[in-house]
């Protein structure tokens, strides 16, 4: 599981600030396969949870910690059917809703998951198995949670979760007024 949430943050840190339109295409790439690998992981250890507990004949679900990560796999799966929807569908199908506004959804759910995995994250440094197997355990959360704060946090602005407007309408209404002004200045030096 570990491997699941470590891929799944390699693949957005992916997609912070890119510059060329071919590097996005390319990092783009990159983050569908990175997600997928880490919703195999997902997968695999959720099952290899599910068979272990019914070997040592176990109550399935029992705990906080098991069921924010059942919802965690659950809305990642969907949140990865959804980005492979958004990457190789038609852009005409999402015609209603406009392009933007669905990559936005698929950010905002993005963020919605990552948040469900640190939960799940959180949640299993408290749990039994962690408290008899490490003495010193409260270490582990600490140094992740630590790494998610300087690696995640400060890429999420207001514009990306739709609270504001996006930055890109601005500077081009800057640049625009700076072209009609140098515009309007060189008419006026130019007059008779």
């Given amino acids: ?111 919605v998951s990552i948040v469900l995995m640190w939960g799940t994250f959180w949640l299993s440094v408290l749990t039994n198995w962690m408290k008899t197997n490490f003495a010193n355990h409260e270490w582990v959360f600490a140094l992740g949670m630590g790494m998610i704060a300087v690696g995640i946090v400060g890429q999420v602005t207001p514009s990306r979760l739709w609270l504001s407007r996006s930055s890109n309408n601005s500077s081009n209404n800057n640049s625009n007024n700076k072209r009609s002004l140098v515009q309007s200045n060189a008419d006026n030096s130019f007059s008779p």
């Fill in 1 to 111: 599981m570990t491997s699941s949430v470590f891929y799944c943050l390699l693949g957005i840190l992916l997609l912070q600030p890119i510059e060329k339109a071919s590097q996005k295409r390319a990092a783009r790439t990159v983050h569908g396969i990175l997600q997928i690998l880490a919703l195999i992981f997902s997968l695999i250890g959720f099952v290899a949870i599910y068979r272990n507990k019914d070997l040592k004949k176990k109550v399935h679900f029992h705990t906080n910690h098991a069921l924010l990560g059942c919802a965690a796999v659950a809305v990642f799966f969907l949140q990865v059917l959804f980005g492979v929807l958004v990457a190789y569908a038609p852009r005409r199908m999402f015609s209603c809703i406009g392009y933007a506004r669905v990559l936005r959804i698929h950010r905002v759910a993005g963020y």
